[in-house]
T-cell receptor, first 116, second 110 residues
Framework: DVKVTQSSRYLVKRTGEKVFLECVQD?????MFWYRQDPGLGLRLIYF???????EKGDIPEGYSVSREKKERFSLILESASTNQTSMYLC???????????????FGEGSRLTVL | GENVEQHPSTLSVQEGDSAVIKCTYS??????FPWYKQELGKGPQLIID?????GEKKDQRIAVTLNKTAKHFSLHITETQPEDSAVYFC?????????FGSGTRLSIRP
């Protein structure tokens, strides 16, 4: 079975703390994504990566950074957490076809972050 | 910017009835249209998809239709069952971008 694993299902952090959200996939996918999910706003792309050490900004990258040192692992970093970053964070991966994004995304179960 | 509008945001139907969710996209370069289902406490999962060279696709009780001229696509669920209760997302995919709709919360009444 294909699997995308997010290390933490629930986190509570304080304003100003540094937060790491880890994601690992076992499908040898080239593409990996971090989305933020908020009610009524759907899934908004924070960052994606199409290869090791490569990253591209999504629609809402402000306040976030990412790291992809190995193909299977994609980390989302909040350098200084703020209350407006309280949200559900979803990691996903997909195969890469040609030079573009491809069809099916495989999602992890999400990490619900609360910043106090 | 490019976007995908999804309606309705919430939908309640009687068990056994049909449910329809509609999406409109703006990016003419979109050529792939997947639908994802997110059950409570889980990540979204692909349930059906359609490519731009096809007008309709069916898989048991679910079907998707695409009108590329009007930039509309829809998800149809027939004979709804309690396990169909979930949040559904449409998406429009081009070579460079995946754009999601805002989601529809579907509830099935017993």
């Amino acid at each position: 079975d294909v699997k995308v694993t997010q290390s933490s299902r629930y986190l509570v952090k304080r304003t100003g703390e540094k937060v790491f959200l880890e994601c690992v996939q076992d499908m040898d996918h080239e593409n990996m994504f971090w989305y933020r999910q908020d009610p009524g706003l759907g899934l908004r792309l924070i960052y994606f990566s199409y290869d090791v050490k490569m990253k591209e900004k999504g629609d809402i990258p402000e306040g976030y950074s990412v790291s992809r040192e190995k193909k299977e692992r994609f980390s989302l970093i909040l350098e200084s957490a703020s209350t407006n970053q309280t949200s559900m964070y979803l990691c996903a991966s997909s195969l890469r076809v040609g030079t573009g994004v491809t069809g099916e995304l495989f999602f992890g179960e999400g990490s619900r972050l609360t910043v106090l | 910017g490019e976007n995908v509008e999804q309606h309705p945001s919430t939908l309640s139907v009687q068990e056994g009835d049909s449910a329809v969710i509609k999406c409109t996209y703006s990016d003419s370069a979109s050529n792939y249209f997947p639908w994802y289902k997110q059950e409570l406490g889980k990540g979204p999962q692909l349930i059906i998809d359609i490519r731009s060279n096809v007008g309709e696709k069916k898989d048991q009780r679910i079907a998707v239709t695409l009108n590329k001229t009007a930039k509309h696509f829809s998800l149809h669920i027939t004979e709804t069952q309690p396990e169909d209760s979930a949040v559904y997302f449409c998406a429009a995919v081009s070579a460079s971008k995946i754009i999601f709709g805002s989601g529809t919360r579907l509830s099935i009444r017993p």
